[in-house]
């Protein structure tokens, strides 16, 4: 399984060009899946279901199954937030592994950067960032500068830049 992730300030374009490049990446013949970093408290089941009525009682963690797919929630009951590295071991095995946030975290990311977000480059201070996808000109970037509207060209980075799991 090789990983890349896609950081940048929240409004900078992360979840759209996930979107875009999950079905780039499959007519290419990989199979892709993502981890998404979720800020603070937040909730994928809802009052009134029973995944969410065996939550809030206490359990640990709750799997749901149906037809379609199943999913596990696992409550952390004040235990320390996972590393990528540890959540990444939960996933089954793919060829590719698109990582949304994690910024803080050490593994080969393109920075998307919008200037109207009004937030710095990442780049600068992260030695993981391997290029930038923005929608201007970063003059003098030591590192590729992408279209981030060049979704094509941005899938041919994320095949040549992602990394092995096992060297993370």
């Given amino acids: 399984m090789r990983v890349i992730g896609l950081a940048g300030w929240s409004g900078s374009g992360k979840t759209t060009l996930v979107a875009k ?3 780039v990446l499959i007519a290419r013949g990989h ?5 998404k970093h979720a800020h603070h ?7 009134g279901k029973d995944s969410h009525t065996h939550r809030v009682a206490g359990a640990t963690e709750v799997l749901v199954s149906g037809a379609r797919r199943w999913a596990l929630m696992h409550e952390l009951r004040n235990a320390e937030e996972p590393t990528l590295r540890r959540l ?7 060829d590719l592994v698109i990582v949304e946030g994690f910024k803080r975290e050490s593994h080969p990311k393109i920075e998307i950067h919008r200037a109207e977000v009004g937030k710095p480059l990442l780049y600068p201070d992260d ?10 000109p970063i003059p003098g970037a030591p590192i590729p500068v992408l279209d981030l509207d060049d979704v094509q060209t941005i899938a041919s980075l994320i095949e040549k830049r992602a990394c092995l799991l096992a060297t993370l």
């Fill in 41 to 47: 408290d937040f909730d994928i089941d809802q009052p």
């Fill in 88 to 94: 990444l071991e939960h996933l089954g095995p793919v």
């Fill in 31 to 35: 199979t892709v899946s993502t981890v």
């Fill in 127 to 136: 030695p993981d960032v391997v290029a930038v996808a923005t929608d201007g």
């Fill in 21 to 23: 490049l999950i079905p």
